[in-house]
């Protein structure tokens, strides 16, 4: 069996240690082959990137070098269509059928899981995996409730399992989490502060540059 494919998206407007990190940690704790960070190009769920397209791929494309396991995906950038990550999970199953998939999210964005375009059928194509911090609280209300207790699981070699129609699974893995937001960090840098330690040294100066003009 061919190891997992991590998929991590997001607009990356910049990139930081808040993403590098918990994907890093789940890369070595699943033992996936790789990790794929997708760059939205027409965000679903957010304000649009306030970095231009170019300079966002390039922070990531900087930053990922070091790290062969991390693969900077443009899919969602060369389709014309709104970045749903349904669609992407859907073309990346396509693109390597005989890798199972994992879709990692953070916790504020599992927790929004439900106004995701045609979020039922992620688990067609991929697991969940959801990063937190120890000690978290398992969210039990509305479609968590009777949704998780069919599908959530603690067992990481159930993720190491191609995933067919409708048979994904959750699960909720412990990782480093930094308090780290790329709106905090534009917000530094507006009001003339510096993003360092927040963010790849390789990077620091374009950022600067980028958002204090």
Known sequence: MNRPIGIFGGTFD????????PA????????????????????????????????????????????????????????????WMVVTL?????EFPDHPLVLILGMDAFLQLESWHRWQALLDSAHLLVTHRPGFVRPERGIFSDWLLQRETEQITLLHQRVEKGEGKVLFLS??????????????????????????????????DCYST
Do not use: M, Y
């Open 175 to 208: 990782v480093t989490q930094l308090e780290i937001s790329a709106s905090g960090i534009r917000s530094q840098i507006v009001a003339g502060g510096t993003p360092l330690f927040l963010l790849p040294d390789i990077i620091h100066n374009s950022v600067i």
């Open 90 to 94: 859907e073309s990346l199953k396509k």
């Open 14 to 21: 910049p990139v930081h240690f808040g993403h590098l990190r």
């Open 24 to 83: 890093l940690e789940v890369c070595k704790q699943l033992n996936l082959e790789q990790v794929r960070l997708i760059p939205s190009k027409v965000p679903v769920h957010r304000a649009q990137p306030v970095a231009p397209l170019e300079q966002r791929i390039l922070w990531l494309q900087q930053v990922t070098e070091a790290v062969p396991q991390f693969v900077v995906d443009l899919r969602e950038v060369e389709r014309e269509t709104p970045s």
